[in-house]
């Protein structure tokens, strides 16, 4: 039965994404209410990339759509995904962000067409363009909403940076991931080295980087780095009912806790607890604290088992 309505879900909001009007430019102001198709007069007349967007709720839903080549992403696509995450930080009425491909697949990276032609043009405009992609991926590291990648399919070179990017994966379980760059002569982009560094071993990260070879989305739990593996066709339906839980939650204190993750790789052991210290006491005297320690304190809850709480 739960299979059954994740796959509607799916449905429904691949109709939705495909309702969309299509806009020349993303309107922050829109954010409150629908927010309007992403798109560019370049990047239709290539390849047919473009960036729908969708709102259910407090989630915003960013649906990469491409599916006659595996949702391939290019330039202009980078550019209206980081001006729309951007955007959407300054408004608290988003509360959770969720990124998925279009069909049957995630996405296959870069357009290879599009790379073979940029070959014959100056290298300054290909350090353009991945700049444009670094500013996509810092982007949805600097949100201050939890952001949700939802793997079917591929996820191939720069498309299995993106989602290594965001801060939590659902995957079906029929998904594979793939840094297939060194298979066409290519290092790494969009942060796919530094994010499997992160995540894993060297020896784990130096074989995917080096043979190239596509990984299973159970490998890849068990590992750690994808955090729930779900039925084929449900990765969508799964985030988004993760990006409803977490949306209910507290929104200052969850972008703290995901800004003080991102910083800790940086920081020594005492830099990391100076900003720990700052963090906790900005939270403890700020009102979502006020008002959930007062909950918690309610008669209603005294009924309860105590729930842990942490030392202060």
Not at 3 to 26: D, H, I, M, W
Request: aromatic residues 4%; proline residues 6%.
């Amino acid at each position: 039965m739960r299979y059954t309505v994740l796959k509607q879900r799916k449905r429904e909001c691949n109709a939705r994404s495909q309702q969309l009007p299509v806009g020349p430019v993303f309107r922050a102001r829109a954010m409150t209410t629908a927010v309007p198709t992403i798109t560019s007069a370049s990047a239709t007349a290539t390849t047919g990339a473009r960036l729908k967007t969708h709102r259910e709720g407090p989630v915003l839903v960013l649906t990469l759509s491409n599916p006659a080549a595996r949702n391939a992403v290019n330039p202009a696509v980078y550019r209206a995904a980081a001006k729309a995450l951007r955007a959407t930080s300054g408004f608290r009425t988003v509360r959770a962000i969720v990124l998925c491909g279009e069909g049957e697949h995630f996405s296959g990276g870069g357009d290879l067409r599009r790379l073979a032609r940029q070959r014959k043009l100056p290298e300054a405009e290909q350090h353009g363009h991945l700049e444009a992609l670094n500013e996509w991926i810092m982007a949805i590291q600097e949100a201050p909403q939890p952001v949700i990648a939802a793997v079917e399919g591929a996820a191939v070179a720069g498309g299995f940076s993106l989602c290594l990017a965001c801060d939590l994966i659902v995957a079906a379980e029929d998904a594979r991931f793939a840094m297939s760059y060194v298979n066409l002569g290519l290092t790494p982009d969009g942060g796919g080295s530094d994010s499997l560094v992160r995540s894993l071993p060297p020896q784990a990260a130096l074989e995917m980087l080096l043979d190239g070879k596509p990984c299973s989305a159970r490998r890849l739990h068990d590992w750690g780095v994808v955090n729930k593996v779900v039925p084929r066709g449900s990765a969508c339906a799964t985030a988004l009912e993760w990006a409803q839980e977490l949306s209910r939650g507290p929104f200052e204190v969850q972008a703290r806790i995901k800004q003080l993750v991102h910083s800790a790789r940086g920081r020594s052991r005492r830099e990391q607890l100076d900003a720990e210290r700052e963090s906790s006491v900005a939270s403890l005297y700020g009102d979502e604290s006020g008002e959930r320690i007062k909950e918690f304190l309610s008669p209603r809850k005294k009924q309860q088992p105590p729930a842990e709480t942490p030392v202060r």
